[in-house]
């Protein structure tokens, strides 16, 4: 047995010795442990969830609205900006954009037999289907004929169909839009809740049937367009926006009458936030190991005086002052590192509860567990270090005469 | 063995200075066993303290085994504690929580011996304890827990062991076997030096150290007792009859 393994066991008799003060001294450590630990799956799991749905809608989108991207609250005054006309000219001339899906719509009342409902009708063309990652669930979607003859047909976002038809078969049946009768062609694949906005709450038809049939425009509501490549993102936005200027009238130092929204710098901003969240929550869990620490050195250095004879005996048959230094430190880190596995226990089994208790993901990540442990064994060390001193210090005679 | 030379040690006890030894000039020669009487307060505490290099004097010089050890630094002083001196103390000073062989190869560890539990063994055959090496030091009858310390004292087989008042807290007849295993010791050679109370303890020693007031009053050696001699040697070459399992047992039970 060496002088290691004697410290140890020594260390171990003694928190096991005293077990109650022990584990009270570890709980502080438990519990920051497994708050990081449990605080960061929570901001892991929101940060996925995010970025799937993110994910989910395409990061090689980019969203042409029309409006004044430095006045957002008085986008009203513009809405008209963007034309037919504008959509095909990127098409023609942008070679990166792969695929344009202009949109031109407004909510309106739909009826099917006594059910009705509001919803937002957008009229668009086929590849919207593609740029926006939806799916048919059943039926088929019209084409660049019915859109050209301003066909009568629709398809439904899965939550219309769930108002208007329930469950029932909607493929072939006839709905009435703003009085207008439509023939159901397809109903698409749900895509789910995507934060305040429901995408699957929508009934789409050609683009020149809701421009000249339903609502009388000739603007675009917006023009979806999916890069080739994510790595041409910027430099295709700037190809969209000088052609647009261009188009616009526009000279280049005036003020663009549409923004374009980057999908890919949506989901960057998006981490951002949910980053700076999961930090905010890791430095409350962190304050909380510091305190635990503190709790770590108050009964250090009650151990301390309560074993001053020990030392005392330790140093007259040869202890040197670091021997009795390290046995300490041994004991404070003990403490720590049994407080922090424990804590990485606790910490699974919390973020585990969330998960099952409310609607929340929670990812416990590695790199959180490594980290909260080893800011456990270091609040060891670091707090241990000062009783531990105190100790190494002890004048033997002085440490004998105590009781 | 050891030198001392106009040992001086001053405490200072707020604007007081208490002059606890005031020149003491003492040498002791290898394997001398030597009592050191006094009254309280007459310093005999802080010369033990000084000699055992647990303290360093105010000023002097100190010679333990031709190594000057005044100037030494705490840990230097440490280390001379390990290798050349065994502590017995009044009230034992065992770790509580520890094996009687635990306890023993105490020093062992800090010497950085390597196979501690062998030596410690042995030490405790030495005292005659070997069948409670694994006893808690609460388990053990005072004698027994004294011969746990002095088998500590002994384990890294030091040139001089330092006993202060090691009888003080036994009934007359367990002080008597332990002066036994200090008699022992004497013979194979080791410096014993001893601090206590009693005549009859100080009559086992070969000379005595009479201390008073910082000073050192008398320094006498005589003959031992005429019954120690041709005795005590059949006893302790046979020291498995002082130390017997029996007669450890009805030690218990008493």
């Known amino acids: 047995m060496n002088l290691f ?389 002890l004048d033997p005679v002085e440490a004998l005469r105590q009781e | 063995m050891i030198h001392l030379e106009s040992i001086t040690k001053t405490y200072c006890m707020g604007e007081h200075k208490v002059h606890a030894l005031r020149g003491l000039d003492i040498h002791i020669a290898a394997g001398e066993m030597v009592a050191v009487m006094g009254p309280s307060g007459s310093g005999k505490s802080t010369l033990m303290n000084i000699l055992g290099c647990l303290d360093r004097p105010s000023s002097g010089k100190y010679l333990l085994d031709g190594e000057d050890v005044a100037a030494l630094s705490a840990d230097g002083l440490a280390s001379i504690r390990n290798r050349k001196l065994g502590f017995v103390f009044q009230s034992f000073n065992l770790l509580q929580l520890d094996s009687a062989l635990d306890n023993v190869a105490l020093p062992l560890l800090y010497a950085g011996v390597s196979d501690p539990h062998k030596k410690a063994k042995e030490a405790l055959r030495r005292v005659g304890l070997e069948d409670r090496a694994h006893h808690k030091p609460s388990e053990l009858s005072g004698g027994q827990r004294q011969r746990v310390a002095i088998a500590r004292a002994l384990v890294t087989n030091p040139p001089v062991i330092l006993a202060d008042e090691p009888t003080g807290n036994l009934d007359s007849k367990t002080g008597e076997e332990i002066l036994k295993i200090f008699t022992k010791l004497h013979r194979e050679g080791t410096t014993v030096l001893m601090v206590t109370h009693e005549h009859e303890v100080a009559e086992h020693c070969r000379r005595l150290l009479m201390i008073r007031d910082g000073v050192l009053e008398k320094d006498e050696r005589f003959e031992p007792r005429a019954a120690d001699d041709g005795q005590i040697d059949i006893q302790v070459e046979s020291a498995g009859t002082v130390c017997a399992p029996d007669k450890e047992k009805a030690e218990v039970m008493s």
């Open chain 1, 5 to 393: 393994a004697q410290l140890f066991r020594v260390a171990f008799n003694s928190v096991a010795h005293h077990k109650l003060r022990s584990s009270l001294t570890m709980l502080g450590i438990i519990i920051g442990v497994s708050a990081v630990i449990t605080m960061v799956s929570i901001g892991e799991g929101a940060r996925r969830q995010v970025s799937e749905r993110i994910q989910g809608m395409g990061t090689n989108l980019l969203v042409i609205r029309p409006g004044f991207s430095r006045r957002r609250h008085v986008r009203s005054a513009s809405v008209n900006t963007l034309t037919a006309a504008d959509a095909l000219a990127i098409e023609r001339e942008i070679s990166d954009a792969a695929l344009v899906a202009p949109e031109a719509g407004k909510s309106a009342q739909v009826k099917y037999l006594s059910q009705n409902t509001n919803t937002t009708v957008l009229g668009v063309t086929p590849p919207y289907l593609e740029v926006n990652n939806f799916e048919l669930s059943e039926g088929s979607f019209f084409t660049d004929a019915d859109v050209k003859s301003r066909s009568k047909t629709a398809v439904l976002g899965a939550t219309a169909y769930k108002e208007l038809f329930d469950s029932g078969t909607a493929v072939g049946e006839t709905i009435r839009i703003k009085g207008v009768n439509f023939k159901v062609l397809g109903v698409l694949t749900a895509k789910g809740q995507q934060g305040f906005r429901d995408p699957d709450d929508m009934i789409l038809v050609p683009l020149s049937t809701a421009q000249k049939r339903l609502f009388g425009v000739d603007y675009l509501r917006a023009i979806n367009v999916s890069v080739v490549s994510e790595s041409k993102m910027e430099s295709t936005q700037a190809e969209i926006e000088a052609l647009l200027m261009r188009r616009h009238r526009l000279s280049p130092g005036q003020e663009p009458d549409f923004n374009i929204r980057n999908q890919k710098e949506l989901l960057t901003t998006m981490n951002e936030v949910s980053d700076t969240f999961t930090n905010l929550l890791a430095a409350v869990a962190v304050v909380s190991m510091l305190v635990g620490g503190i709790g770590i050195m108050n009964i250090m250095l009650v151990s301390v005086t309560e074993r001053t004879r020990e030392i005392g005996i330790r140093k007259a048959v040869g202890a040197r002052g670091r021997d009795v230094l390290f046995q300490f430190l041994v004991e404070a880190m003990l403490l720590s590192v049994i407080g922090g596995l424990v804590g990485i226990g606790a910490g699974f089994a919390a973020s585990r509860a969330v998960a099952a208790g409310t609607t929340w993901q929670t990812a416990v990540s590695p790199a959180s567990v490594v980290f909260a442990f080893a800011i456990a064994a270091l609040t060891g060390v670091f707090f241990g270090l000062f009783p531990a001193m105190k100790a190494s210090r």
